[in-house]
Protein backbone atom coordinates (compact mmCIF):
# COMPACT_ATOMS: atom_id res chain seq x y z
CA UNK A 1 0.00 0.00 0.00
CA UNK A 2 1.12 3.33 -0.77
CA UNK A 3 1.66 5.82 2.46
CA UNK A 4 0.71 8.94 0.32
CA UNK A 5 -2.91 7.02 0.22
CA UNK A 6 -2.96 7.72 4.28
CA UNK A 7 -4.69 10.86 5.36
CA UNK A 8 -3.71 12.32 8.59
CA UNK A 9 -7.87 10.67 9.93
CA UNK A 10 -7.05 7.54 8.49
CA UNK A 11 -3.03 7.30 10.02
CA UNK A 12 -3.68 5.20 12.33
CA UNK A 13 -5.73 2.81 10.25
CA UNK A 14 -3.19 2.75 7.63
CA UNK A 15 -0.11 2.07 10.74
CA UNK A 16 -2.45 -1.27 11.57
CA UNK A 17 -2.06 -2.71 7.94
CA UNK A 18 1.28 -1.83 7.57
CA UNK A 19 1.69 -3.90 10.84
CA UNK A 20 -0.52 -6.46 9.23
CA UNK A 21 1.57 -6.81 5.98
CA UNK A 22 4.86 -6.52 8.17
CA UNK A 23 3.93 -9.53 10.47
CA UNK A 24 1.30 -12.01 8.54
CA UNK A 25 -0.57 -14.16 10.73
CA UNK A 26 0.81 -17.83 10.88
CA UNK A 27 -2.92 -19.83 11.49
CA UNK A 28 -2.79 -19.88 15.50
CA UNK A 29 -1.73 -23.34 16.90
CA UNK A 30 0.60 -23.74 14.04
CA UNK A 31 4.11 -24.58 14.84
CA UNK A 32 6.85 -26.34 13.08
CA UNK A 33 9.70 -29.08 13.79
CA UNK A 34 13.35 -27.89 14.22
CA UNK A 35 15.44 -30.44 13.78
CA UNK A 36 19.37 -31.24 13.43
CA UNK A 37 20.54 -34.04 11.70
CA UNK A 38 22.68 -31.99 8.87
CA UNK A 39 26.14 -32.31 8.20
CA UNK A 40 25.83 -28.34 8.22
CA UNK A 41 22.82 -27.32 10.79
CA UNK A 42 22.70 -23.57 10.10
CA UNK A 43 23.51 -20.64 13.78
CA UNK A 44 20.67 -21.30 15.83
CA UNK A 45 20.49 -17.68 15.59
CA UNK A 46 19.27 -17.76 12.17
CA UNK A 47 17.12 -20.03 12.25
CA UNK A 48 15.18 -18.35 15.12
CA UNK A 49 15.36 -14.60 12.95
CA UNK A 50 13.92 -16.68 10.64
CA UNK A 51 10.85 -18.16 12.33
CA UNK A 52 10.13 -14.88 13.60
CA UNK A 53 10.01 -13.29 10.18
CA UNK A 54 8.06 -15.34 9.31
CA UNK A 55 5.58 -15.13 12.38
CA UNK A 56 5.81 -18.76 13.75
CA UNK A 57 5.20 -18.68 17.08
CA UNK A 58 5.44 -22.38 18.05
CA UNK A 59 8.51 -24.88 18.04
CA UNK A 60 8.79 -28.15 18.64
CA UNK A 61 13.04 -29.43 19.25
CA UNK A 62 14.01 -33.44 19.16
CA UNK A 63 16.27 -32.66 22.41
CA UNK A 64 17.13 -29.92 24.56
CA UNK A 65 20.56 -29.04 23.40
CA UNK A 66 21.48 -25.77 25.16
CA UNK A 67 22.95 -24.74 21.83
CA UNK A 68 19.31 -24.26 20.48
CA UNK A 69 17.61 -23.62 23.06
CA UNK A 70 20.00 -20.56 24.49
CA UNK A 71 19.05 -19.19 20.87
CA UNK A 72 15.38 -18.82 21.82
CA UNK A 73 15.77 -17.33 25.31
CA UNK A 74 13.82 -13.72 24.89
CA UNK A 75 12.13 -14.92 21.42
CA UNK A 76 8.96 -15.23 22.48
CA UNK A 77 8.79 -18.47 20.70
CA UNK A 78 6.45 -21.07 22.51
CA UNK A 79 8.66 -24.58 22.83
CA UNK A 80 8.59 -28.07 23.15
CA UNK A 81 11.52 -29.93 24.08
CA UNK A 82 11.92 -33.51 23.50
CA UNK A 83 14.31 -36.72 25.57
CA UNK A 84 15.39 -39.14 22.94
CA UNK A 85 14.95 -42.69 23.16
CA UNK A 86 18.59 -43.55 23.75
CA UNK A 87 17.68 -41.21 27.04
CA UNK A 88 14.46 -43.25 28.17
CA UNK A 89 16.59 -45.78 30.26
CA UNK A 90 18.15 -43.73 32.21
CA UNK A 91 15.25 -41.36 33.05
CA UNK A 92 12.88 -44.25 33.85
CA UNK A 93 15.11 -45.38 35.65
CA UNK A 94 15.00 -42.73 38.88
CA UNK A 95 13.46 -39.58 40.50
CA UNK A 96 16.79 -37.80 40.45
CA UNK A 97 18.13 -38.46 36.87
CA UNK A 98 14.86 -37.22 35.97
CA UNK A 99 15.17 -34.10 37.86
CA UNK A 100 18.89 -34.07 37.32
CA UNK A 101 17.50 -33.62 33.55
CA UNK A 102 14.90 -31.03 34.25
CA UNK A 103 17.12 -28.74 36.11
CA UNK A 104 19.71 -28.48 33.49
CA UNK A 105 17.04 -28.86 30.53
CA UNK A 106 14.00 -26.75 31.45
CA UNK A 107 14.47 -24.75 34.73
CA UNK A 108 17.61 -23.17 34.17
CA UNK A 109 16.57 -21.77 30.80
CA UNK A 110 13.14 -20.55 32.42
CA UNK A 111 13.90 -16.79 33.88
CA UNK A 112 12.20 -15.36 37.07
CA UNK A 113 8.69 -13.77 36.28
CA UNK A 114 9.16 -10.40 34.77
CA UNK A 115 12.72 -11.79 33.07
CA UNK A 116 11.50 -11.81 29.35
CA UNK A 117 15.33 -13.30 28.45
CA UNK A 118 13.62 -16.99 29.56
CA UNK A 119 13.06 -19.91 26.76
CA UNK A 120 9.01 -20.16 26.71
CA UNK A 121 9.19 -24.21 27.31
CA UNK A 122 5.82 -25.50 27.32
CA UNK A 123 5.79 -29.06 26.73
CA UNK A 124 8.69 -31.97 27.25
CA UNK A 125 8.18 -34.77 24.68
CA UNK A 126 9.61 -38.13 26.81
CA UNK A 127 10.98 -40.10 23.84
CA UNK A 128 9.99 -39.88 19.77
CA UNK A 129 7.91 -42.35 18.48
CA UNK A 130 8.92 -44.78 21.20
CA UNK A 131 6.79 -47.32 20.29
CA UNK A 132 7.05 -48.11 16.79
CA UNK A 133 6.51 -51.92 15.62
CA UNK A 134 9.92 -51.83 13.93
CA UNK A 135 11.78 -51.08 17.19
CA UNK A 136 10.05 -53.79 18.43
CA UNK A 137 9.10 -53.30 21.53
CA UNK A 138 12.96 -52.07 22.93
CA UNK A 139 11.57 -48.82 24.96
CA UNK A 140 8.05 -50.44 25.86
CA UNK A 141 9.24 -50.82 29.40
CA UNK A 142 10.65 -47.04 30.17
CA UNK A 143 8.38 -45.11 28.22
CA UNK A 144 5.52 -44.83 31.03
CA UNK A 145 7.87 -44.27 33.76
CA UNK A 146 9.91 -41.73 32.28
CA UNK A 147 7.28 -39.44 31.32
CA UNK A 148 5.85 -39.82 35.05
CA UNK A 149 9.26 -39.50 36.06
CA UNK A 150 9.50 -35.83 34.38
CA UNK A 151 5.85 -35.00 35.44
CA UNK A 152 7.06 -35.15 38.85
CA UNK A 153 10.26 -33.50 38.60
CA UNK A 154 8.50 -31.00 36.58
CA UNK A 155 6.05 -30.39 39.43
CA UNK A 156 8.76 -30.55 42.43
CA UNK A 157 10.69 -28.08 40.45
CA UNK A 158 7.02 -26.03 40.68
CA UNK A 159 6.44 -25.23 37.11
CA UNK A 160 4.42 -28.91 36.62
CA UNK A 161 0.99 -26.35 35.95
CA UNK A 162 2.71 -24.94 33.05
CA UNK A 163 5.05 -27.68 31.55
CA UNK A 164 3.13 -30.92 30.22
CA UNK A 165 5.09 -34.13 29.91
CA UNK A 166 3.88 -36.20 27.61
CA UNK A 167 5.51 -38.04 24.63
CA UNK A 168 5.35 -38.13 20.98
CA UNK A 169 3.85 -41.15 19.02
CA UNK A 170 3.50 -42.35 15.97
CA UNK A 171 -0.39 -42.94 14.66
CA UNK A 172 0.61 -46.79 14.23
CA UNK A 173 -0.07 -46.76 17.99
CA UNK A 174 -4.02 -47.20 17.13
CA UNK A 175 -5.50 -48.94 14.18
CA UNK A 176 -9.00 -49.70 13.10
CA UNK A 177 -10.94 -49.96 9.66
CA UNK A 178 -12.82 -47.31 10.05
CA UNK A 179 -13.00 -44.55 12.67
CA UNK A 180 -14.98 -45.62 15.31
CA UNK A 181 -12.77 -49.60 15.09
CA UNK A 182 -9.86 -47.34 15.98
CA UNK A 183 -8.11 -48.54 19.31
CA UNK A 184 -4.81 -49.21 20.45
CA UNK A 185 -2.42 -52.02 19.24
CA UNK A 186 -2.98 -55.06 21.25
CA UNK A 187 1.37 -55.09 22.19
CA UNK A 188 1.09 -51.60 23.47
CA UNK A 189 -2.94 -51.13 24.20
CA UNK A 190 -2.14 -52.06 28.26
CA UNK A 191 0.81 -49.52 28.49
CA UNK A 192 -1.18 -47.03 26.21
CA UNK A 193 -4.21 -47.15 28.44
CA UNK A 194 -1.54 -46.00 31.48
CA UNK A 195 -0.14 -42.96 29.25
CA UNK A 196 -3.78 -41.65 28.56
CA UNK A 197 -4.69 -41.93 32.31
CA UNK A 198 -1.89 -40.14 33.02
CA UNK A 199 -2.16 -37.45 30.57
CA UNK A 200 -5.42 -37.27 31.72
CA UNK A 201 -4.72 -36.77 35.29
CA UNK A 202 -2.32 -34.23 34.67
CA UNK A 203 -3.67 -32.16 32.13
CA UNK A 204 -1.22 -33.39 29.37
CA UNK A 205 -1.86 -33.58 25.55
CA UNK A 206 -1.67 -36.61 23.60
CA UNK A 207 1.10 -36.36 20.71
CA UNK A 208 0.91 -37.99 17.56
CA UNK A 209 2.57 -37.64 13.91
CA UNK A 210 -0.03 -38.28 11.32
CA UNK A 211 1.35 -38.56 7.24
CA UNK A 212 -1.01 -38.91 4.76
CA UNK A 213 2.36 -38.89 2.67
CA UNK A 214 3.38 -42.38 4.10
CA UNK A 215 -0.26 -43.65 3.39
CA UNK A 216 0.59 -42.98 -0.52
CA UNK A 217 3.74 -44.24 -0.33
CA UNK A 218 3.29 -47.39 1.44
CA UNK A 219 0.04 -48.36 0.37
CA UNK A 220 -0.09 -49.49 -3.29
CA UNK A 221 -3.27 -48.50 -4.97
CA UNK A 222 -3.83 -45.40 -2.76
CA UNK A 223 -6.19 -42.99 -3.90
CA UNK A 224 -4.24 -39.95 -4.23
CA UNK A 225 -6.88 -37.73 -3.62
CA UNK A 226 -7.98 -38.71 -0.31
CA UNK A 227 -4.23 -37.52 0.85
CA UNK A 228 -5.06 -34.12 0.17
CA UNK A 229 -7.92 -31.90 1.73
CA UNK A 230 -9.94 -31.28 -1.72
CA UNK A 231 -12.16 -33.79 -1.60
CA UNK A 232 -11.56 -37.24 -2.55
CA UNK A 233 -14.31 -38.72 -4.62
CA UNK A 234 -13.52 -41.62 -2.57
CA UNK A 235 -14.96 -41.44 1.13
CA UNK A 236 -15.17 -43.35 3.85
CA UNK A 237 -18.46 -44.17 5.61
CA UNK A 238 -18.57 -44.31 8.85
CA UNK A 239 -21.82 -44.58 11.22
CA UNK A 240 -23.06 -40.91 10.40
CA UNK A 241 -19.71 -39.41 9.31
CA UNK A 242 -18.34 -39.40 5.92
CA UNK A 243 -14.46 -38.84 5.56
CA UNK A 244 -13.18 -37.45 2.17
CA UNK A 245 -9.45 -37.38 3.36
CA UNK A 246 -7.01 -40.06 5.19
CA UNK A 247 -5.73 -36.66 7.76
CA UNK A 248 -9.40 -36.68 9.31
CA UNK A 249 -9.92 -40.24 9.28
CA UNK A 250 -6.80 -41.13 11.24
CA UNK A 251 -6.98 -38.16 14.04
CA UNK A 252 -11.09 -39.40 14.28
CA UNK A 253 -9.68 -42.67 14.54
CA UNK A 254 -7.62 -41.65 17.87
CA UNK A 255 -10.30 -39.61 19.45
CA UNK A 256 -12.44 -43.23 18.77
CA UNK A 257 -9.48 -44.51 20.86
CA UNK A 258 -9.46 -42.32 23.55
CA UNK A 259 -13.44 -41.95 23.88
CA UNK A 260 -12.79 -46.01 24.33
CA UNK A 261 -9.78 -45.71 26.96
CA UNK A 262 -12.50 -43.34 28.85
CA UNK A 263 -10.50 -40.07 27.92
CA UNK A 264 -12.96 -38.65 25.10
CA UNK A 265 -11.52 -35.10 25.47
CA UNK A 266 -8.26 -35.59 26.25
CA UNK A 267 -6.41 -32.53 24.21
CA UNK A 268 -4.59 -33.92 21.24
CA UNK A 269 -1.33 -32.16 19.31
CA UNK A 270 -0.44 -33.26 16.10
CA UNK A 271 3.49 -33.10 16.29
CA UNK A 272 4.22 -33.54 13.14
CA UNK A 273 2.77 -33.49 9.67
CA UNK A 274 4.44 -32.42 6.33
CA UNK A 275 4.80 -33.46 3.02
CA UNK A 276 8.29 -34.27 1.55
CA UNK A 277 9.91 -32.34 -1.72
CA UNK A 278 12.55 -35.16 -3.12
CA UNK A 279 13.41 -38.46 -3.94
CA UNK A 280 9.84 -40.50 -4.61
CA UNK A 281 7.36 -40.17 -6.91
CA UNK A 282 5.09 -38.24 -5.49
CA UNK A 283 8.24 -36.13 -2.89
CA UNK A 284 7.96 -33.00 -5.11
CA UNK A 285 7.29 -29.53 -4.65
CA UNK A 286 3.97 -29.42 -6.34
CA UNK A 287 2.60 -31.88 -4.16
CA UNK A 288 3.93 -30.56 -1.28
CA UNK A 289 2.52 -27.26 -2.29
CA UNK A 290 -1.01 -28.97 -2.69
CA UNK A 291 -1.03 -30.49 0.72
CA UNK A 292 0.07 -27.68 2.53
CA UNK A 293 -2.48 -25.62 0.80
CA UNK A 294 -5.34 -27.51 2.06
CA UNK A 295 -4.06 -28.31 5.02
CA UNK A 296 -3.50 -24.51 6.26
CA UNK A 297 -6.59 -23.38 4.81
CA UNK A 298 -8.42 -26.22 6.83
CA UNK A 299 -6.63 -24.99 9.72
CA UNK A 300 -7.37 -20.77 9.35
CA UNK A 301 -11.11 -22.10 9.08
CA UNK A 302 -10.57 -23.70 12.28
CA UNK A 303 -13.31 -26.86 11.12
CA UNK A 304 -11.54 -29.30 12.76
CA UNK A 305 -11.90 -32.81 12.23
CA UNK A 306 -15.86 -34.41 11.99
CA UNK A 307 -15.71 -35.52 16.12
CA UNK A 308 -13.66 -32.60 16.89
CA UNK A 309 -14.49 -29.18 15.22
CA UNK A 310 -12.64 -26.72 15.91
CA UNK A 311 -9.09 -25.44 15.89
CA UNK A 312 -6.32 -28.10 15.74
CA UNK A 313 -2.94 -27.63 17.28
CA UNK A 314 -0.01 -28.73 14.87
CA UNK A 315 3.62 -28.77 14.54
CA UNK A 316 4.78 -29.03 10.73
CA UNK A 317 7.17 -31.44 9.76
CA UNK A 318 9.79 -30.23 9.23
CA UNK A 319 12.25 -26.88 8.58
CA UNK A 320 14.44 -27.42 7.31
CA UNK A 321 16.06 -30.51 4.88
CA UNK A 322 18.19 -32.96 7.37
CA UNK A 323 21.53 -34.40 4.83
CA UNK A 324 21.79 -36.90 8.01
CA UNK A 325 18.67 -38.43 8.72
CA UNK A 326 18.45 -42.14 8.31
CA UNK A 327 17.04 -42.71 4.70
CA UNK A 328 15.54 -46.75 6.43
CA UNK A 329 12.22 -45.18 5.83
CA UNK A 330 12.83 -44.18 2.05
CA UNK A 331 15.03 -41.66 0.66
CA UNK A 332 12.20 -38.70 1.30
CA UNK A 333 13.67 -38.69 4.05
CA UNK A 334 15.65 -36.15 3.73
CA UNK A 335 13.62 -33.81 1.95
CA UNK A 336 11.13 -32.65 4.29
CA UNK A 337 11.75 -29.36 4.80
CA UNK A 338 9.78 -26.22 3.84
CA UNK A 339 13.27 -24.80 3.32
CA UNK A 340 16.23 -25.97 1.86
CA UNK A 341 19.24 -26.57 3.67
CA UNK A 342 20.65 -23.33 3.80
CA UNK A 343 17.11 -21.79 4.78
CA UNK A 344 16.22 -20.77 1.24
CA UNK A 345 12.23 -21.34 0.26
CA UNK A 346 11.46 -24.01 -1.77
CA UNK A 347 7.87 -23.69 -2.91
CA UNK A 348 5.31 -20.68 -2.33
CA UNK A 349 3.25 -21.34 0.96
CA UNK A 350 0.85 -19.34 2.89
CA UNK A 351 0.80 -19.56 6.43
CA UNK A 352 -1.93 -17.60 7.28
CA UNK A 353 -4.20 -20.28 5.32
CA UNK A 354 -5.36 -17.66 2.90
CA UNK A 355 -3.91 -19.27 0.25
CA UNK A 356 -2.10 -16.39 -1.32
CA UNK A 357 0.89 -16.87 -3.88
CA UNK A 358 4.31 -16.12 -2.17
CA UNK A 359 7.21 -17.59 -0.81
CA UNK A 360 8.31 -18.12 3.17
CA UNK A 361 10.66 -15.50 3.98
CA UNK A 362 14.07 -17.17 3.82
CA UNK A 363 17.01 -17.13 6.23
CA UNK A 364 19.18 -14.23 6.30
CA UNK A 365 22.68 -13.64 7.06
CA UNK A 366 23.67 -17.28 5.87
CA UNK A 367 26.94 -17.33 5.24
CA UNK A 368 28.27 -20.17 2.33
CA UNK A 369 31.08 -21.77 1.81
CA UNK A 370 33.21 -20.62 -1.25
CA UNK A 371 31.69 -21.01 -4.61
CA UNK A 372 33.46 -24.17 -5.70
CA UNK A 373 32.32 -27.29 -6.56
CA UNK A 374 33.67 -30.52 -7.50
CA UNK A 375 32.96 -32.88 -10.43
CA UNK A 376 34.69 -35.73 -12.03
CA UNK A 377 37.54 -34.24 -14.51
CA UNK A 378 36.07 -34.63 -18.48
CA UNK A 379 39.67 -36.09 -18.95
CA UNK A 380 38.89 -39.26 -17.50
CA UNK A 381 38.28 -41.44 -20.27
CA UNK A 382 38.30 -44.77 -18.56
CA UNK A 383 34.26 -45.13 -17.27
CA UNK A 384 35.42 -48.08 -15.68
CA UNK A 385 37.29 -46.29 -12.60
CA UNK A 386 33.94 -44.25 -12.06
CA UNK A 387 31.73 -46.58 -10.03
CA UNK A 388 33.29 -47.46 -7.05
CA UNK A 389 34.24 -43.80 -6.33
CA UNK A 390 30.82 -42.77 -7.78
CA UNK A 391 29.86 -45.39 -4.37
CA UNK A 392 32.59 -44.50 -1.83
CA UNK A 393 30.91 -41.01 -2.14
CA UNK A 394 27.60 -41.23 -1.95
CA UNK A 395 27.82 -43.91 0.96
CA UNK A 396 29.22 -41.18 2.84
CA UNK A 397 27.19 -38.27 1.61
CA UNK A 398 23.89 -37.90 0.45
CA UNK A 399 22.79 -38.79 -2.74
CA UNK A 400 18.83 -39.49 -2.20
CA UNK A 401 18.39 -37.18 -5.06
CA UNK A 402 19.95 -39.02 -7.68
CA UNK A 403 17.03 -42.07 -7.35
CA UNK A 404 14.95 -42.03 -10.47
CA UNK A 405 12.27 -39.31 -10.55
CA UNK A 406 14.09 -37.20 -8.15
CA UNK A 407 15.31 -33.37 -9.09
CA UNK A 408 18.58 -35.41 -10.57
CA UNK A 409 17.51 -38.84 -11.43
CA UNK A 410 18.05 -38.25 -15.16
CA UNK A 411 22.00 -38.44 -15.05
CA UNK A 412 23.91 -40.90 -16.86
CA UNK A 413 27.12 -42.62 -15.41
CA UNK A 414 29.42 -39.60 -15.28
CA UNK A 415 26.67 -37.03 -14.28
CA UNK A 416 25.56 -39.14 -11.16
CA UNK A 417 29.46 -39.33 -10.46
CA UNK A 418 29.32 -35.34 -10.44
CA UNK A 419 26.57 -34.78 -8.68
CA UNK A 420 28.04 -37.44 -5.70
CA UNK A 421 31.43 -35.87 -5.62
CA UNK A 422 30.21 -32.62 -5.09
CA UNK A 423 27.82 -33.64 -2.07
CA UNK A 424 30.70 -35.49 -0.89
CA UNK A 425 33.11 -32.88 -1.26
CA UNK A 426 30.43 -29.93 0.27
CA UNK A 427 29.75 -32.14 3.21
CA UNK A 428 33.24 -32.29 4.14
CA UNK A 429 32.92 -28.56 4.21
CA UNK A 430 34.98 -28.50 0.73
CA UNK A 431 38.28 -29.76 2.04
CA UNK A 432 40.16 -30.59 -1.11
CA UNK A 433 41.19 -33.87 -0.17
CA UNK A 434 37.43 -34.75 -0.06
CA UNK A 435 38.21 -34.20 -4.11
CA UNK A 436 40.31 -36.31 -4.81
CA UNK A 437 38.55 -39.72 -5.84
CA UNK A 438 42.29 -41.37 -7.14
CA UNK A 439 42.44 -37.91 -9.65
CA UNK A 440 38.97 -38.33 -10.78
CA UNK A 441 37.64 -35.13 -8.97
CA UNK A 442 38.42 -32.02 -10.17
CA UNK A 443 37.13 -28.52 -8.33
CA UNK A 444 36.01 -26.23 -10.13
CA UNK A 445 34.35 -22.80 -9.69
CA UNK A 446 31.91 -22.67 -12.65
CA UNK A 447 27.93 -23.31 -10.83
CA UNK A 448 27.71 -27.36 -11.68
CA UNK A 449 24.21 -26.91 -11.51
CA UNK A 450 22.29 -28.45 -13.93
CA UNK A 451 18.61 -28.04 -14.91
CA UNK A 452 16.13 -29.36 -12.50
CA UNK A 453 19.30 -30.33 -10.39
CA UNK A 454 20.92 -27.89 -7.50
CA UNK A 455 24.57 -28.76 -7.08
CA UNK A 456 24.55 -27.12 -3.61
CA UNK A 457 27.56 -25.05 -1.89
CA UNK A 458 27.14 -26.03 1.66
CA UNK A 459 26.82 -23.25 4.20
CA UNK A 460 29.29 -22.45 7.43
CA UNK A 461 28.03 -24.02 10.03
CA UNK A 462 29.57 -23.74 13.79
CA UNK A 463 31.13 -27.08 13.75
CA UNK A 464 31.59 -27.74 17.87
CA UNK A 465 27.68 -29.26 17.81
CA UNK A 466 28.33 -32.86 17.96
CA UNK A 467 26.17 -35.44 16.14
CA UNK A 468 24.99 -37.96 18.16
CA UNK A 469 22.57 -40.69 17.39
CA UNK A 470 19.72 -39.82 18.90
CA UNK A 471 15.73 -39.61 17.85
CA UNK A 472 15.99 -40.87 14.30
CA UNK A 473 12.83 -41.01 13.06
CA UNK A 474 12.12 -44.28 11.53
CA UNK A 475 8.78 -44.29 11.17
CA UNK A 476 7.70 -47.33 8.41
CA UNK A 477 6.87 -50.82 9.89
CA UNK A 478 8.60 -52.76 7.11
CA UNK A 479 11.90 -52.52 6.09
CA UNK A 480 12.08 -51.40 2.04
CA UNK A 481 14.82 -52.53 -0.17
CA UNK A 482 17.49 -49.69 -0.74
CA UNK A 483 20.16 -48.97 -3.17
CA UNK A 484 23.57 -50.19 -2.31
CA UNK A 485 25.95 -47.60 -3.77
CA UNK A 486 28.71 -50.51 -3.74
C1 LIG B 1 20.11 -32.32 28.84
O1 LIG B 1 19.81 -32.57 27.47
C2 LIG B 1 20.94 -32.84 26.67
C3 LIG B 1 20.50 -32.84 25.22
O2 LIG B 1 19.37 -33.62 24.97
C4 LIG B 1 21.56 -34.13 27.14
O3 LIG B 1 22.70 -34.44 26.39
C5 LIG B 1 21.94 -34.01 28.62
O4 LIG B 1 22.42 -35.23 29.09
C6 LIG B 1 20.74 -33.56 29.45
N1 LIG B 1 21.13 -33.31 30.82
C7 LIG B 1 20.87 -34.14 31.85
C8 LIG B 1 21.36 -33.72 33.19
O5 LIG B 1 20.23 -35.18 31.73
C1 LIG C 1 -23.50 -38.10 14.37
O1 LIG C 1 -24.38 -38.60 15.35
C2 LIG C 1 -24.05 -38.24 16.69
C3 LIG C 1 -24.99 -38.90 17.65
O2 LIG C 1 -25.53 -40.06 17.14
C4 LIG C 1 -24.09 -36.73 16.83
O3 LIG C 1 -23.69 -36.36 18.13
C5 LIG C 1 -23.14 -36.10 15.84
O4 LIG C 1 -23.23 -34.69 15.88
C6 LIG C 1 -23.44 -36.59 14.42
N1 LIG C 1 -22.39 -36.09 13.55
C7 LIG C 1 -22.63 -35.56 12.34
C8 LIG C 1 -21.44 -35.10 11.58
O5 LIG C 1 -23.75 -35.47 11.88
C1 LIG D 1 22.54 -42.83 -11.49
O1 LIG D 1 22.19 -43.07 -10.12
C2 LIG D 1 20.86 -43.51 -9.92
C3 LIG D 1 20.66 -43.62 -8.43
O2 LIG D 1 21.55 -44.55 -7.90
C4 LIG D 1 20.60 -44.82 -10.62
O3 LIG D 1 19.26 -45.20 -10.48
C5 LIG D 1 20.93 -44.66 -12.09
O4 LIG D 1 20.82 -45.90 -12.75
C6 LIG D 1 22.36 -44.14 -12.26
N1 LIG D 1 22.62 -43.92 -13.67
C7 LIG D 1 23.67 -44.49 -14.28
C8 LIG D 1 23.78 -44.30 -15.75
O5 LIG D 1 24.51 -45.13 -13.67
C1 LIG E 1 23.97 -22.38 -9.08
O1 LIG E 1 22.89 -22.46 -10.00
C2 LIG E 1 21.65 -22.84 -9.45
C3 LIG E 1 20.66 -23.10 -10.57
O2 LIG E 1 20.72 -22.12 -11.53
C4 LIG E 1 21.21 -21.74 -8.47
O3 LIG E 1 19.96 -22.06 -7.89
C5 LIG E 1 22.26 -21.61 -7.38
O4 LIG E 1 21.93 -20.55 -6.51
C6 LIG E 1 23.64 -21.35 -7.99
N1 LIG E 1 24.63 -21.43 -6.92
C7 LIG E 1 25.47 -20.44 -6.63
C8 LIG E 1 26.38 -20.66 -5.46
O5 LIG E 1 25.53 -19.42 -7.27
Not at 166 to 174: G, H, I, K, P, W
Not at 297 to 304: I, N, Q
Request: proline share 5%.
Amino acid sequence: MAAGACSVLLWSFCMLNIVQVAVSAVVPGVGVNWGNLASHPLPPKIVVKMLKDNGITKVKLFDADSWTLNSLAGSNLEVMVGIPNNMLDYISDSLDNAKDWVKENVTSHLKPKGDKNGVDIRYVAVGNEPFLESYEGKFDDTTFPAIQNVQKALDEAGVGDKIKASTALNADVYAGDKPSQGYFRSDVRDVMLKIVKHLKKNKAPFIVNIYPFLSVYQTTGFPLEYAFFEGSSRKVHDKNVSYSNVFDANYDTLVWALHKAGAPDLKIIIGEVGWPTDASKYATPKYAQKFYDGLLKKLAEKKGTPLRPGMLSVYLFGLLDEDMKSILPGFFERHWGLFRYDGQPKFPMDLSGKGHDKMLIGAKGVQYMTKQWCVLNDEVKEESLIPSALSYACYHSDCTSLSPGSSCGNFNLRGNASYAFNMYFQMSSQDVDACDFNGLGLIVTRNASRGTCLFPVQVVSQGERVLLGYGVNIFLVFVMSFFIFM
